[in-house]
């Protein structure tokens, strides 16, 4: 088990390094082309679109990883499929209805909000080849295919400046992107979905796939909605500009993240393989992992935080220098971040998802009420310490949830334990 997880970490790692970097890059030509303002549009327009994502994918992603690492079951793909195309328009419906109703975006906003909503369409296909490529723990071919979306979508921001092009024409290119890459996620996953000669059945497992992932669509819709909330609220608090300062700083901590979200990745699978085992064998058998992510984020935290200025400087420029003290901030979330990537995965991977629901409930509680009662004192600082308290609330409860399950993470003891036979 041990060596399966160092190869799929080391080559999520390597991909998450190249992927990481080239999304910094992403970020910082985009940045600099649009300015502040029209930045924080795109921050806001890109956080409509991932949580549609997540709405649209309903938790189908997780739920067949797990059974496809399990048991090898891939018959429910196409009823996946069917589902998130369903949900995928209407959300396209929904957002294009209601989006006349934020008067707090200018008017190309909106319609590029109203363009890359249809990116659903082409993001179903690719969520259910990469769930394939996932489930039957091929990191490699997913690794290369993450790869070539960055690279897709850093070609689609060369575009963008050799044209001078405005929102609306980056609402366009990234569209083209997400059905470029369902095209090579075909390629690589070797999946064959018969929708041309689709069977009853096909429709009819969709109930059966709904009750299934419901449990798990709903944390990953209140989670995404967790990690996308200041993005949502501050257009309307502050405007664009705040918007996009904050959206900057926040960037540089996902980037950040990189090692975590690879050895999470790789994680959930043999997790889920592990899921029989009693509560100590498997504290046991993820022992390193879990200190190796809570060492890792300790010492990036304090890198960050200490180098904060000359980071926006550099990477964004003047402008940007006000994203300084909301990144000396957001940086010590990494910290908690790990303990509940970590506990998540777990749980998850036992079936235990009530413990998660509600830390996440409770964060999103403390994260919009410190929102709004922080800004109108500290500003964007204010909504930056909002973000970390939630983070440190979402943890207590989680290790709270772990005194009722049974040992799951590992103790220092047996850290202690395990270096002194060594």
């Not at 909000?113 to 080849?129: N, Q």
């Amino acid at each position: 088990m041990s060596s399966r997880l160092s190869r799929n970490s080391l080559w999520l790692l390597l991909a998450r390094l190249g992927t990481q970097v080239g999304l910094a890059l992403f970020t910082i030509l985009l940045a600099r082309e649009l300015g502040t303002s029209a930045f924080g549009d795109y921050a806001f327009v890109a956080a409509v679109v991932l949580v549609g994502n997540t709405l649209t994918t309903f938790g189908t992603d997780m739920y067949l990883i797990r059974e496809i690492a399990a048991s090898n079951d891939e018959t429910l793909l196409v009823p996946a499929l069917l589902l998130q195309l369903i949900l995928s328009a209407l959300f396209i419906a929904l957002v294009s209805t209601l989006s006349g109703m934020l008067h707090a975006l200018p008017s190309d906003a909106i319609v590029a909000m109203r363009i890359y909503t249809f990116s659903m369409i082409p993001l179903a296909f690719f969520t259910v080849y990469t769930t394939a490529l996932r489930g039957r723990q091929r990191m490699l071919a997913y690794s290369l295919l993450n790869l070539a979306l960055i690279g897709l979508q850093l070609a689609a921001i060369i575009v963008l400046i050799l044209s001078r092009g405005n929102l609306v024409f980056l609402a366009w290119l990234l569209l083209l992107v997400q059905c470029l890459a369902a095209f090579i996620a075909a390629r690589f996953a070797r999946v064959q979905l018969n929708l041309i000669h689709l069977r009853t059945a096909a429709y009819a497992r969709i109930p059966r796939l709904v009750r299934a992932s419901a449990s798990i669509a709903t944390l990953a819709i209140l989670g995404i909605l967790y990690q996308r909330l200041s993005l949502l609220i501050l257009p309307s608090l502050a405007g664009s500009t705040v918007t996009g300062w904050f959206s900057a700083a926040s960037r540089v901590v996902e980037a950040a993240k990189m090692a975590h979200i690879a050895v999470f990745t790789a994680l959930f699978p043999i997790m889920a393989q592990a899921r029989s085992a009693t509560a100590s064998d498997f504290a046991r058998a993820f022992r390193l992992p879990w200190w190796l992510l809570l060492g890792g984020a300790s010492l990036v935290a304090f890198a960050i935080s200490g180098l904060a200025a000359p980071v926006a400087g550099i990477l964004y420029g003047p402008a940007y220098a006000a994203s300084a003290p909301l990144l000396r901030i957001l940086a010590w979330s990494l910290i908690p971040y790990s303990i509940n990537g970590f506990l998540t995965l777990a749980y998850l991977a036992r079936g235990h998802t009530h413990g998660i629901l509600r830390a996440l409930a409770a964060a999103t509680v403390v994260l919009v009420v410190l929102t709004l009662w922080l800004f109108p004192h500290a500003g964007a600082s204010g909504a930056a310490l909002a973000a970390l308290a939630a983070e440190i609330v979402q943890t207590i409860v989680l290790a709270l949830h772990v005194s009722h399950l049974g040992r799951i993470v590992p103790a220092a003891s047996d850290l202690r334990s395990r270096l002194s036979t060594q």
